[in-house]
């Protein structure tokens, strides 16, 4: 819903805290991808904006096209 509402830049807001807590919460599980996303800022944010981007962009599919 947060995506249907927003611009992608603040749906950010709401999805970039969730998405990392869920990738922590597979750490377990996936323990050398989990290092090599948070080895630094740099890597860490452009997964999190990668992933931001790819669920706001299947949220609003079709939206731009009837608007």
Do not use: C, P
């Not at 249907?4 to 922590?24: A, I, M, R, S």
């Not at 090599?36 to 731009?64: C, I, P, S, Y």
């Amino acid at each position: 819903a947060a995506a249907k509402v927003n611009t992608e830049e603040n749906f950010g807001y709401v999805f970039d805290g969730q998405f990392q807590d869920l990738v922590l919460t597979r750490h377990d599980q996936n323990a050398e991808l989990i290092a090599r996303v948070f080895a630094d800022t740099e890597t860490t944010d452009f997964f999190t904006r990668l992933a931001r981007k790819a669920v706001w962009e299947m949220a609003n599919a079709g939206q731009r096209d009837s608007g």
